[in-house]
Nanobody
Framework: QVQLVESGGGLVQAGGSLRLSCAAS????????MGWYRQAPGKRRDMVAR???????NYADSVKGRFTISRDNAKNTVDLQMNSLKPEDTAVYYC?????????WGKGTLVTVSS
């Protein structure tokens, strides 16, 4: 059972930046996929950014050019650098890892962007 712990959320003004980090309890080097999702109140959970198993990165259209996903296999972390934040980025952000074809989620970290 992989444990995922997110950190770095908080309150920021529009135009500001935050960096989210997700720490995994075991090696994610061989993960099938990993990334970040978000869920705003009353909305579904959507993909924000992720690494696929062939090494590519995918970004939601709404965050392209503003968010950057990165990983550190040695530290078992996957981070999300968020720049030029907008009020519509307000959501709970969840880390996701698919390892050995099992789907794991963190408990989420709240990001609030004020206008």
């Amino acid at each position: 059972q992989v444990q995922l712990v997110e950190s770095g959320g908080g309150l920021v003004q529009a135009g500001g930046s935050l960096r989210l980090s997700c720490a995994a309890s075991e090696s994610i080097f061989s993960a099938n996929a990993m990334g970040w999702y978000r869920q705003a109140p009353g909305k579904r959970r959507d993909m924000v950014a992720r690494f696929t198993n062939d090494g590519r990165t995918n970004y939601a259209d709404s965050v392209k050019g503003r968010f950057t996903i990165s990983r550190d296999n040695a530290k078992n972390t996957v981070d999300l650098q968020m720049n030029s934040l907008k009020p519509e980025d307000t959501a709970v952000y969840y880390c996701n890892v698919i390892l050995h074809y099992m789907n794991y989620w963190g408990k989420g970290t709240l990001v609030t962007v004020s206008s």
